[in-house]
C-alpha cells in the first residue's frame, strides 16, 4: 500500500469524510464506476429536504458508497436503497438530529440475500460479512452526511447507540411465514429493501418455552417495558427479529396476523403507573388518547408491529427492534432484478 493512498484516507478524516472509521478515498473512477452502477448521471438531484436547503445528488451517494466499502454490483440495490433514504416520509434529517440517537435500520428480504451473500444466520443482527456492513454502513453515511445539511445542523443523540455505525438485517431466503417485505406491500417473490429509524435491539431469552403463546408472552414483555419510547405518542413500531427456534413455536402456533393481535393484547402497561413514573405527563396532550383506569400498548395500530425470521438456530433468543417515537412511516421499495 502506497503512502499517498494512506495519506488520502487521512486527508477523508481531515476533510470529515468518515464516520470514524477509515474510508476507501473517493477517487474519480471508483465514483464513475459506482454512478455507472447506479444508473444516474452524476449532478442529478435524487433527493431533497426543503426545510433546511439540503440537496442530495447522486454523485454525493456515489461517493458514500465507495467510501463505504460498496461493491458495483450492488448497485441496484444501492439505489432503491438511496430512494428510500431521501423519501421524506423517512425524515432523514430528523433522524440525524433527534435526541433520540436512533439509526437507519435497514431490512433486506428476497432473493438478493442469496445473490449478495448477504450473513442471515449467526450474528444476524451484527454479521462481519461484506454485504450487510458496508450497505449498513452506506447507509448511517448517508444520514450523517446529508441529515445535518453540510453540517448546519448537529446532533443531539442523548446515548445513541451501536447502530449508527451500521444496522442491517438480512431476512432467511426461505421463511416459515410470508416475507418481512410483504408487510409493507410487495408481493412475496421479489427482494425489497427497507428503512426505518430504530432504536438498538433488546435481546429476549426464553429457552424453556415450550409454546409459541409462551414465547410471544416474553417478547410482549420486552416490548412493553415501562421506559420503551412509544408509550406516549405511539407514533412508532416495533421489529420481532424471530430466530429459528423462537420462529418454529410461534409459527405452528399462530398467523402472523394472530401473533400481532397477541402482542398488542399483552404487550401492555397501565396508564396509570405510567403517569407515576412520569413516563407520560399527569396532563397529556388530548389527541393522544390517554385514558386513566385503562392498559395502554406502545403502538395504535397491529401493523405496526412486524416480524423477521433471521439469525442462526441452537439458542433460542430472539430480539424486538423499537422504531423512532418520531419516525410514523417506514419506507420500502423494490429491487429491480437484471
Known amino acids: 500500500m502506497s503512502d499517498g ?3 488520502d484516507v487521512e486527508n477523508c478524516f481531515a476533510a470529515g469524510w468518515s464516520d470514524g472509521l477509515p474510508v476507501i478515498p473517493p477517487y474519480g473512477s471508483l465514483v464513475e464506476a459506482m454512478l455507472a452502477a447506479l444508473g444516474w448521471e452524476a449532478t442529478e438531484v435524487v433527493g431533497a429536504i426543503p426545510s433546511q436547503s439540503i440537496e442530495i445528488r447522486a454523485e454525493q451517494l456515489a461517493a458514500t458508497a465507495v ?14 436503497l438511496s430512494e428510500a433514504l431521501v423519501d421524506p416520509r423517512f425524515n432523514l434529517s430528523g433522524v440525524e438530529v433527534t435526541t433520540g440517537g436512533v439509526a437507519a435500520l435497514v431490512i433486506v428480504g428476497g ?19 461484506r454485504p450487510n456492513a458496508t450497505i449498513g454502513r452506506f447507509a448511517q453515511m448517508v444520514r450523517l452526511f446529508c441529515g445535518r ?15 449508527r455505525i451500521g444496522f442491517l438485517i438480512a431476512e432467511h431466503p426461505e421463511t416459515l411465514w410470508p416475507s418481512f417485505h410483504t408487510q409493507l406491500g ?14 438498538g435491539p433488546n435481546s429476549v431469552n426464553n429457552h424453556f418455552a415450550s409454546t409459541g ?14 421506559g420503551t419510547t412509544n408509550f406516549y405518542y405511539r407514533h412508532g413500531a416495533y421489529v420481532v427479529a424471530l430466530a429459528p427456534d423462537h420462529a418454529e413455536l410461534v409459527t405452528s402456533d399462530f398467523s402472523r396476523d394472530d401473533a400481532r393481535a397477541f402482542l398488542m393484547e399483552k404487550a401492555v402497561r397501565a396508564t396509570d403507573e405510567l403517569v407515576r413514573l412520569g413516563r407520560i405527563p399527569e396532563v397529556p396532550r388530548a389527541d393522544l388518547d ?25 439458542g433460542k433468543f430472539s430480539a424486538v427492534v423499537p422504531a423512532w417515537a418520531g419516525s410514523r412511516h417506514d419506507v420500502s421499495r ?4 437484471s
Do not use: W
Open 290 to 314: 390517554v385514558v386513566a383506569g385503562t392498559m395502554r400498548v406502545p403502538v395504535r395500530d397491529p401493523g405496526r408491529i412486524h416480524f423477521i425470521e433471521t439469525g442462526a438456530p441452537g
Open 213 to 226: 403463546a409462551a414465547v410471544l408472552e416474553t417478547i410482549a414483555d420486552c416490548i412493553a417495558h415501562s
Open 67 to 80: 467510501m463505504a466499502g460498496c461493491e458495483t454490483r450492488y448497485g441496484p440495490l444501492l439505489r432503491a
Open 334 to 337: 423494490e429491487i429491480p432484478t
Open 149 to 163: 445539511g453540510g453540517g448546519a445542523l448537529q446532533p443531539h443523540g442523548t446515548v445513541g447507540h451501536p447502530g
Open 111 to 129: 432473493p438478493i440475500v442469496k445473490e449478495l451473500g448477504f450473513a442471515h444466520e449467526a450474528n444476524a443482527l451484527g454479521a462481519n460479512a
Open 186 to 199: 410487495h408481493a412475496p417473490g421479489v427482494s425489497a429493501i427497507s428503512v426505518m429509524a430504530a432504536e
Open 5 to 7: 493512498y494512506l495519506q
